[in-house]
Antibody, heavy 118, light 113 residues
Framework: EVQLVESGGGLVKPGESRRLSCVVS????????MTWVRQAPGKGLEWVGR??????????TYAAPVKGRFTISRDDSTNTLYLQMNSLKAEDTAVYYC?????????WGQGTQVTVSA | DIVMTQSPDSLAVSLGERATINCKSS????????????LAWYQKKPGQPPRTLIY???TRESGVPDRFSGSGSGTDFTLTIRSLQAEDVAVYYC?????????FGQGTKVEIK
């Protein structure tokens, strides 16, 4: 059974940092291109960024609102995807999902809530 | 960035009737080299993660009921729910993955009439 389990969410103050993790099982992470998607309260889905597999070059791209503040990385040896979030803002409040990139077998995590508030 | 525009924003359909959602992209999503459209459709229910319904504009994801179908090419795409069931009440999103940043449509809320 394929599982993607996010963790690391919670309440953080503006300007602080947080790292989200996504542990995958049931498929080989090293072969997958992975994305982070978020949904703010009452809003639609928003793509955060993507990391390609190392065999395909490992390139990472980000959405404009998070570029320079967020960093996506992967540890294929532990089947873990990461999202390092720095300089958090109130508008980063959202449920964050890890997922396989579209066009591959579709797997999504359950999501982790990040709330940025003083 | 590619802008994705869905229509309508919401629709109410009777049980057993057809629901049609349109999605228009600001540029073509057809990759000429492999003749594939880089367009996906998702279903989102409150408290649940998105569910991938369709990728490649028309390929149904494993386990998705065949009442869901996708069509279109280039810049104009459609998601059709052939016979609406109560469990299909949700918000539906299209997404382009032709180029980064990948972008979603604003969503279409489907309700029962």
């Amino acid at each position: 059974e394929v599982q993607l389990v996010e963790s690391g969410g919670g309440l953080v103050k503006p300007g602080e940092s947080r790292r989200l993790s996504c542990v995958v099982s049931g498929f080989i992470l090293s072969n997958a291109w992975m994305t982070w998607v978020r949904q703010a309260p009452g809003k639609g889905l928003e793509w955060v960024g993507r990391i390609k597999s190392k065999s395909d070059g490992g390139a990472i791209t980000y959405a404009a609102p998070v570029k320079g503040r967020f960093t996506i990385s992967r540890d294929d040896s532990t089947n873990t995807l990461y999202l390092q979030m720095n300089s958090l803002k109130a508008e980063d409040t959202a449920v964050y999902y890890c997922a396989t990139d579209p066009g591959q077998s579709a797997y999504w995590g359950q999501g982790t809530q990040v709330t940025v508030s003083a | 960035d590619i802008v994705m525009t869905q229509s309508p924003d919401s629709l109410a359909v009777s049980l057993g009737e057809r629901a049609t959602i349109n999605c228009k992209s600001s540029q073509s999503l057809l990759y000429i080299s492999n003749n594939r459209n880089y367009l996906a459709w998702y279903q989102k229910k409150p408290g649940q993660p998105p569910r991938t319904l369709i990728y490649g504009a028309s390929t149904r994801e494993s386990g998705v009921p065949d009442r869901f179908s996708g069509s279109g090419s280039g810049t104009d795409f459609t998601l059709t729910i052939r016979s609406l069931q109560a469990e299909d009440v949700a918000v539906y999103y299209c997404q382009q993955y032709y180029s980064t940043p990948q972008t979603f449509g604003q969503g279409t809320k489907v309700e029962i009439k």
